[in-house]
């Protein structure tokens, strides 16, 4: 967690992409002064006037930048109802293909105030952009996938979910290791539950 918050910190007034990573990261080790800072960054950018090679749509991605800052920001706080009031309102279609990590937390949160219906839903839409192989958070949204509907009693969308994580990851560093003996128990236990009909 240090060495992430240490380069989530270093991407906030630097030039690229990491900023758009980086409230996730901080919310994570609760650094509300971090987080902070990506917010004022935003709306300075808010309030200047497009560069004449960005299209149009930069100042919708930025939008949705503070939307979702925002929400990170009651994370960090420890805020999780409020954060999960924010993640609901924010523009979703304005983030491009951006929000992987964002779509990941919002189930997390939804889940965990038993929205299961709304969290499955979400899990369901398709990833933008593509991709060869499996990414990191696809993977991760195959774990709240199985979990979301393992609750729900969709079994064979739950045994689709953990497959993914197995899979994909069954080769995967020590870190990652837990994830998917956490799936290969989920099979294991659903494997062994008779199906229902109308499964």
Known sequence: PDSAARLAR???HRPGD?????APLLAAVRDTAGIGDILRRIDSARARPLPPNFPPIARDVIGYMHA??????????????????????RPDTAC????????????????????LA???????????????????MEVLRGLERGRVNERLGNRE???????????????????????????????????AEPQRTGD
């Open 157 to 191: 969308r739950a045994i689709a979910g953990y497959s993914l994580v197995v899979r994909a990851w069954r080769n995967a560093d020590p870190e990652l290791q837990p994830y998917v003996s956490e799936a290969r128990r989920a099979l294991e236990r659903l494997n």
């Open 18 to 22: 990491g900023l758009m990573v980086a």
């Open 118 to 136: 709304e969290a499955a839903a979400r899990l369901e839409r398709p990833l933008g952009g593509f991709i060869p192989g499996y990414t990191l």
């Open 68 to 89: 979702a800052a925002r929400a990170y920001a009651a994370l960090a706080r420890g805020d999780s109802a409020e954060a999960l009031r924010l993640f609901d309102a």
């Open 10 to 12: 270093s991407w906030i």
């Open 96 to 115: 491009f293909g951006g929000c992987m990590i964002d779509d990941v937390v919002h189930v997390q949160l939804l889940a965990a105030r038993n929205r």
